[in-house]
């Protein structure tokens, strides 16, 4: 049986229905694209509105940051400007801050020493903040720089404390100006400990690199991804498992969120970063058998870095030196503070009684 074939032409006239049908599809339309409109406008006003709050959020963060950093002092020596800040009485201590620091960093992480009777000494490196990159910007020449400052400051004898990538300069501080050094403290250090093949001394998490070559370029990347990828950059830039970190205590979780945001302004502090990749890659041996001073190295097993072989090897071969080892917290020793703290306070009230200004 076949279908029925329709002639239109003999359809007739629409019906009363279809007519109100066919008058009312116009209207159905503008309704459809006038939501559709609306939506779109909310949809731009709403992300008009984030990132204006975004853009916001960021210039007074990054302002915020700035006016830290401003409080430095500086200093004209003839081994160029260098910026420091000083705090506190008693024996002196100078402070050698890590990659991404400066005098800021230095003072945060020295406070407790401060607390326990000594005058701190933190001074940005060459490259941060407003010490200039020289052309010679060796571990040797930083060591120099050093004394300068201690000269200018007229410190005659001091204790150092050099951390992570501040240790290479420390070390040479010790052998080149043995007088001067009453003590040395070297925390997870960036030091130099023979690898099979002759690998690098240090290691370097998966996103180091990629994390170097981006947020460490640019203020607001960094910014950014200290709000939407701060694991990134604890195991990243801090070298911390961030499991570590979340098992942790309010106060050692607040630390390390201190030490993520405390290294911006990223811009200022670039050349530096760039200059501390260049001498922490190729880490020479040192005559570590000269090195006098009493001398304590702190080490954590589980620094993404390495520094715990490096520390290792160090005090296996300066004389009567001290190794403190915690089997987990990271670069940051995250879990550890109040210890790490303590323990240095007392090897520096033991050690550095000969510390003394001119």
Known sequence: MHGRVLNFRDAGPPSHSQTRFRKKAPKTNRTISTTRNGLIVAVLCALSISCWWVISEYRRDLGLAHERVSVGSVVQTPCGQIEYASSGDGPPVLVVHGAGGGFDQGMAFARPLIAQGFRVVAMSRFGYLRTPLPNDASAEAQADAHA?????????????????????????????????????????????????????????????????????????IYWSATRVARNALVRGLLATPPEVVEQADASERARVVDIVDQIMPISP???????????????????????????????????????????????????????????????????????????IGSFLQSSSGGASAH
């Not at 007229?154 to 007088?179: D, E, Y």
């Not at 530096?272 to 954590?300: C, F, H, K």
């Not at 390495?306 to 030196?321: E, K, N, V, W």
């Open 269 to 343: 502090r670039r050349r530096g970063l760039v200059n501390d990749g260049r001498v922490v890659s190729s880490l020479p041996r040192y005559e570590l058998e000269r090195i006098a001073a009493p001398t304590l190295l702190v080490s954590v097993a589980d620094d993404l870095y390495g520094t715990y072989d490096a520390a290792r090897y160090s005090a296996q071969h300066i004389p009567g030196a001290r190794f403190a080892v915690y089997d987990e917290g990271g670069h940051v020793w995250v879990g550890h503070q109040d210890d790490v703290m303590s323990r």
């Open 148 to 220: 300068c400052l201690l000269d200018a400051l007229k410190i005659a004898r001091t204790a150092v404390v050099g951390a992570s990538a501040g240790a290479p300069s420390s070390m040479q501080f010790a052998l080149r100006h043995p007088k001067r050094c009453a003590a040395l403290v070297l925390l997870v250090p960036a030091a130099y400990v023979p690898r099979e093949s002759n690998g690098p001394s240090l290691n370097a998490p998966a996103m180091t690199q990629v994390l170097f070559d981006t947020a460490l370029r640019f203020d607001f």
